[in-house]
């Protein structure tokens, strides 16, 4: 095994973020070498012109700012897919129309309820913000998009909402406008899902194709020469990104980014070296398990790798 010395972290005046994570990949220290490994490990990934990259994570760091990373990515179309929950879209609509607020871990939960006030941690959410707004929005979408038709896929539906936007904060604009497909496996998970629900009380007639969501998942894996995925957090989404490579042999690159253990078997907390068992990431796979909050890690991700393609 070679030698590498553990060198300082020389906080400098001026310096960028890629200099500060080069400085943590020679520091040698536990998570922050683990962050520096993974963004070289992406930015692999998405100079790989080969490569069919995913991105899946979780609804809630939608309805933080970290939003605005993950548009990054799909703007400046770093990632071909992404495989997400029925809450990203609840969150990504509503912020396109209402403010989120700030508020407190802490905060009397009984007196929000009164007030009509959700507490996502420490984001408030309004119900004028969230339930109300989407019903009286996405109805009438659904009136238009749907017209004539019984049958349609999330992936389309979804698109379809995107491009009903004409607003540049939105990952649904900016998917519809790059191609970017979005893909929800737990459609009904959500309020965008409810509101479905609510349409489909007057056209019975209706389905949603999730078989041809799969089957266009199925078309990109098994046409990809090269596949990479960046997962952060676990659950249905983290899922279905590792599950569907492993008909191709498993992912070529695999960065996880949890918060979440590995001591009580949950998906959410299985290291990558799990996923080697069952055959959904190769054996020789570029890969890494980074532990920590994303909406800390991911934005210090992205912004040095834009540094290093721009």
């Not at 939960?109 to 996405?138: I, M, Q, T, W």
């Not at 590995?262 to 990431?281: F, H």
Request: net charge negative; charged share 25%.
């Amino acid at each position: 095994m070679e030698q590498r010395a553990v060198r300082d972290i020389k906080v400098t005046e001026g310096m960028t973020v890629d200099q500060l994570v080069n400085a943590m990949s020679d520091s040698g220290g536990f998570t922050a070498k683990k962050l520096a490994d993974a963004i070289d490990i992406v930015e692999k990934m998405v100079k790989d012109e080969k490569c069919l990259t995913f991105l899946s994570f979780p609804a809630c760091i939608m309805a933080t700012g970290t939003r605005g990373v993950i548009v990054e990515l799909v703007k400046r179309k770093l990632v071909d897919v992404v495989i997400t929950t029925c809450g990203t879209l609840d969150h990504d609509l509503a912020r396109s129309w209402k403010d989120y607020y700030h508020g407190d871990f802490a905060m009397d939960d009984a007196e929000l309820r009164e007030e009509g006030v959700n507490r996502l941690g420490n984001v408030l959410v309004p119900d004028e913000s969230y339930g109300l707004v989407l019903e009286e929005r996405l109805i009438p979408m659904f009136e238009e998009i749907l017209a004539g038709r019984n049958a349609i896929s999330t992936r389309e539906i979804i698109d379809q909402v995107g491009a009903r936007l004409d607003n540049e904060d939105s990952l649904l604009y900016w998917a519809h406008k790059n191609g970017v497909p979005i893909f929800v496996p737990g459609i009904t998970d959500g309020s965008f899902g409810s509101q479905l629900w609510m349409y489909w009380q007057t056209h019975r007639d209706l389905k949603m194709d999730l078989f041809e969501d799969e089957q266009e998942l199925s078309s990109l894996v098994f046409r990809a020469e090269v596949s990479g995925a960046l997962i952060i957090g676990g659950g249905i989404s983290k899922h279905h990104v590792i599950w569907w490579n492993q008909f191709r042999g498993g992912l070529d690159y695999a960065v996880y980014m949890t918060t979440a253990a590995e001591y009580d078997g949950s998906l959410s907390g299985a290291q990558v070296r799990e996923a080697i068992s069952w055959g959904k990431v190769r054996e020789d796979a570029w890969q890494v398990n980074v532990e920590g909050d994303a909406t800390i890690t991911l934005p210090i991700m992205v912004a040095s790798i834009i540094e290093r393609i721009k």
